[in-house]
C-alpha cells in the first residue's frame, strides 16, 4: 500500500512538472508576440520593462516568501 501512495506522488509530479514547462514555453513565446504588438501601438521600451517588472512583483513575492512564516521572519507581510 505505501508504494501505491509513492507511486501516486510521483506521477502527480511528472504530472506538474510537464504542465509547467508547457505554460512557460507559451508564456515565454506570447512575451515576445505581446512586445511586438506593443512596439506597434508606439510604446517606448521603459514603459515596458516597467510593466514588465510591476506584474512580475506579485509572483516573485510569492515564490520569496514561500510560506507565511518565512513572510514575517523576513518581515515582508
Given at each position: ?22 505554460l ?48 514575517r521572519?523576513?518581515?515582508?507581510a
Open positions: 500500500m505505501a508504494g501505491h501512495t509513492g507511486n501516486t506522488f510521483a506521477n502527480r509530479d511528472v504530472f506538474l512538472g510537464v504542465v509547467f514547462a508547457l512557460a514555453a507559451v508564456g515565454f513565446s506570447a512575451k515576445a508576440i505581446l512586445v511586438k504588438l506593443a512596439y506597434l501601438d508606439s510604446v517606448d521600451a521603459v514603459t515596458l520593462l516597467a510593466l514588465r517588472m510591476a506584474f512580475s512583483v506579485p509572483s516573485l513575492s510569492a515564490w520569496r516568501c514561500g510560506s507565511a512564516e518565512t513572510c521572519a523576513l518581515n515582508v
